[in-house]
């Protein structure tokens, strides 16, 4: 079930020239289009590859779809809008085409046919992204998990080393987190697990990453050196202290600094900030140590 609406956008703009589209293009290739689609496992990608098949086809300059909680997006915003909304398994598909000309009722019959060899392919790589986040990010916290931390820092040790540019691992521990659970349940506990990974995205640079391993440790891939990472922690500690939530039940973090060096691994940079962890701890917790040899 479809429907369909147009309205024509940017009248008077220059840019807009109906004699652009060439009326001959080639009759549709079914088998050579769903291979082209089923070639990547990538949402964006696979929209982007429909995208550039419909501007062969037809007079198309952009094009943008909602599904479900999914937003794709394809070419320029300019020239005369027209509106689709496809129904296919009790999912919409809600299409919003720029087009240089209007369509003929011989294009949107091919048009109908191109969205349809583009809807399978297009949920199969939806679904593959779903399952590989799942495979990467902690469900609980939403942040990294072990497996994708054990890739990023091999990656970031890699390319530090090769750009000779500053890289630091924290590791953070919630301090009497097993307290906390024995006294208030493991629901409050996973609340506060939640609300902490939240602190640390919001405490941390678009450049560093944080991870959950499990139970209540993290880690923090930085760019930069010690003092870019004791920035980051004192901004942790400071945020905990301010936190509505950690406050009412006195949830307070330990922290740890190493610096990767040359020919260092990654466990042993791992167990470095792990040492310095515990000496905040030994310190009186709610503070960071840095490893020292």
């Known amino acids: 079930m479809d429907f369909a609406s147009v309205t024509e956008l ?3 703009d220059q840019w807009y020239r109906g004699d652009v589209y060439e009326q001959l293009t080639p ?7 769903m291979q082209m689609l ?9 929209f982007s590859c429909f995208g550039n098949i419909v501007g062969q086809h037809l007079p198309l ?20 809008e027209f509106q689709r909304s496809v129904e296919e398994h009790q999912t919409k598909y809600q299409f919003i085409y720029q087009l ?19 809807i399978q392919p297009l949920n199969n790589a939806i679904k593959y992204q779903a399952m590989s986040n799942q495979a990467m990010f902690d469900d609980l916290t939403k942040l990294g998990n072990r497996h994708y931390y054990q890739q990023a820092i091999k990656h970031a040790i890699a390319r530090s080393e090769r750009k000779l540019d500053d890289m630091t691992l924290i590791v953070a521990d919630l301090d009497r987190f097993k307290q906390l659970n024995d006294n208030y349940g493991h ?8 609300n902490f990974a939240d602190l640390l995205q919001n405490a941390t640079r678009s450049t560093d990453q944080a991870f959950r391993l499990g139970g209540d440790e993290f880690v923090i891939i930085t760019q930069g050196d010690i003092s870019a990472a004791q920035i980051i922690c004192q901004r942790i500690i400071d945020a ?6 950690m406050c009412r039940y006195d949830v307070k973090c330990s922290l740890g600094i190493a610096q990767a060096q040359h020919k260092v691994s990654a466990d042993m940079l791992f167990d470095r900030a792990d040492r310095a962890m515990y000496s905040a701890k030994a310190a009186g917790r709610n503070t960071y140590e840095v490893f020292s040899h």
Not at 27 to 33: G, L, R, S
């Open 27 to 33: 009759e549709i290739d079914q088998v050579q289009i």
């Open 61 to 80: 300059s952009g094009v943008q779809l909602n599904i479900n909680q999914h937003q794709f997006a394809w070419g320029r915003r300019r020239g005369i």
């Open 38 to 46: 089923h070639a990547s496992l990538d949402p964006r990608t696979v």
């Open 240 to 245: 905990a202290a301010e936190d509505t939530q």
């Open 10 to 12: 940017y009248p008077d």
């Open 100 to 118: 240089t000309q209007k369509l003929s009722a011989a294009d949107v019959k091919k048009l109908k046919q191109i969205e349809q060899l583009m």
């Open 187 to 194: 629901q409050i506990g996973d609340c506060m697990l939640r």
